[in-house]
Nanobody, 112 residues
Framework: QVQLVESGGGLVQAGGSLRLSCAAS????????MGWYRQAPGKQRELVAL???????NYADSVKGRFTISRDNAKNTVSLQMNSLKPEDTAVYYC??????WGQGTQVTVSS
């Protein structure tokens, strides 16, 4: 079973950028959909972005135009480039092979 490890979180000022990476323990070339989710304190976990095996993407309305998901099947990684960050983007971000496989999460904090 594949394991997912996220990295790249941190503290950034509003308007700044961060790039999250998710490293899989084995090949992801046969995994259809992979995604990033987030959970803010007191809120339910929500979808941020999905990417299919063919590269099709889907984004939450709140991040469209600011975030970009990508995958590198040769390196077994999925990344999330986050630009123009807002305080409301503050959350723990999780890499996932939905619905059952999850990473441990990485904290993103955006200060105003």
């Amino acid at each position: 079973q594949v394991q997912l490890v996220e990295s790249g979180g941190g503290l950034v000022q509003a308007g700044g950028s961060l790039r999250l990476s998710c490293a899989a323990s084995r090949s992801i070339s046969s995994i259809n959909a992979m995604g990033w989710y987030r959970q803010a304190p007191g809120k339910q976990r929500e979808l941020v972005a999905l990417i299919s095996i063919g590269g099709s993407t889907n984004y939450a309305d709140s991040v469209k135009g600011r975030f970009t998901i990508s995958r590198d099947n040769a390196k077994n990684t999925v990344s999330l480039q986050m630009n123009s960050l807002k305080p409301e983007d503050t959350a723990v971000y999780y890499c996932s092979v939905p619905p059952f496989l999850w990473g441990q999460g990485t904290q993103v904090t955006v200060s105003s």
